[in-house]
């Protein structure tokens, strides 16, 4: 399903009312890709109070729907779906000079491709918070054996045995990445009195910053914050993840590609991890914000995951709040309106 035939209406409407003698000055023209229902009413709110007409579609961009983007020198990308380097090109050559991908993370376009074509790419910010509460609460039910204690209550199973849990005061916990997310994951993480350790190539916070193998090695959680890119893919891989401390957990609410999910497998099956929560997973594109209730599950990893009683897995739902959704459209819309202000004026 579409929305870009409303959005088109919408347009024209804010088009004759920017036109108008009292508008002062014009509006200027975004196209929204993969843009779903919750977000089209957010763009259609605020798209008026910044001078903008929203040509909105809920279909990721690609060569097929270029056309959408006619006109416009900016557009506005979700993460969901990769854009492919031909897409670029094939927007540089319709007129298309700035990407605002609605994501912090940039691992679904190749950023110099785009450039090498005309095209600068950015990202947004929103709400640290969204991230970092849903991390806590993984932490707390990956330690409290939550997945198991909900199975056996809903088939009235109330017994305490196998379903002990651990408090967080007890433990330390590692911290892999330490920008706005990563803090924000430490500043929780006070009030619970754990230990924290901390790892980031470039410290930026008041913590205690040890090298990663040490971190590993100490932590009985370790959660992960920091970007993907070709330095950090598999940066826990099979020796490092062998290296974490026997019963450890591991939390991944960044990226599924931080991770050699084969190895963490293995780790789990074994009984050297005690458990995992992952909001992310490598290989999700195609599955996580699908329903795929009436079809088969391609991916033999993320199955062997939702087998066992110890790991938590969710649709890549972190940073899904009211507040960090606002922050997202009002951002992606307020970076193409800094771009045509700067490429106007030099």
């Known amino acids: 399903m579409t929305y870009s035939e409303p959005a088109r209406t919408a347009a024209r409407r804010t088009r004759s009312l920017a036109s108008s003698p009292s508008s002062a000055v014009p509006a200027t023209g975004i196209t929204i890709y993969g843009c779903g229902p919750d977000e089209a009413v957010l763009f259609r709110e605020l798209a008026p109070r910044f001078g903008v007409l929203p040509t909105i579609t809920e279909a990721a961009v690609s060569e097929a729907n270029i056309d959408l983007a006619s006109g416009n020198r900016c557009i506005s990308v979700g993460h969901k779906t990769r854009i492919t380097n031909s897409t670029l090109l094939a927007l540089g050559q319709a007129g298309v000079r700035y990407i605002s991908t609605r994501s912090i993370g940039f691992n679904h376009i190749d950023v110099e491709y785009a450039e090498s074509v005309g095209i600068s790419v950015e990202n947004v910010t929103y709400s640290p918070d969204s991230v970092a509460d849903y991390t806590l609460m993984l932490m707390l039910m990956v330690v409290r054996n939550a997945k198991s204690i909900v199975r056996r209550a809903d088939v009235h199973d109330y017994r305490l045995n196998d379903v002990r849990g651990k408090e967080l005061r007890d433990l330390t916990v590692g911290i892999v990445g330490t920008g706005r997310i990563g803090a924000a994951v430490m500043d929780r993480l006070w009030g619970f009195g754990c230990r924290m350790l901390a790892y980031d190539k470039n410290p930026r916070i008041s913590a205690d910053y040890v090298p990663l193998d040490e971190l590993l090695q100490r932590s009985d959680i370790v959660t992960l914050h ?53 909001d992310v997973l490598e290989g999700e594109e195609g599955i996580f914000y699908a329903d795929c209730r009436n079809k088969p599950i391609e991916s033999k990893p993320l199955l062997r995951l939702q087998r066992m009683p110890n790991v938590f897995i969710s649709p890549h739902t972190a940073y899904y709040t009211d507040h960090a959704l606002r922050d997202t459209v009002e951002n992606s819309i307020t970076n193409c309106l800094k771009f045509e202000s700067r490429t106007r004026h030099g």
């Open 226 to 278: 920091t970007p993907l890119n070709a330095g950090t893919r598999h940066l826990l891989h099979r020796r490092r993840i062998e290296e974490m401390k026997h019963g450890a957990f591991l939390i991944n609410t960044g990226r599924g590609s931080l991770l050699d999910t084969e190895a963490l497998v293995s780790a789990l099956e074994s009984g050297r991890l005690g458990g995992a929560a992952l």
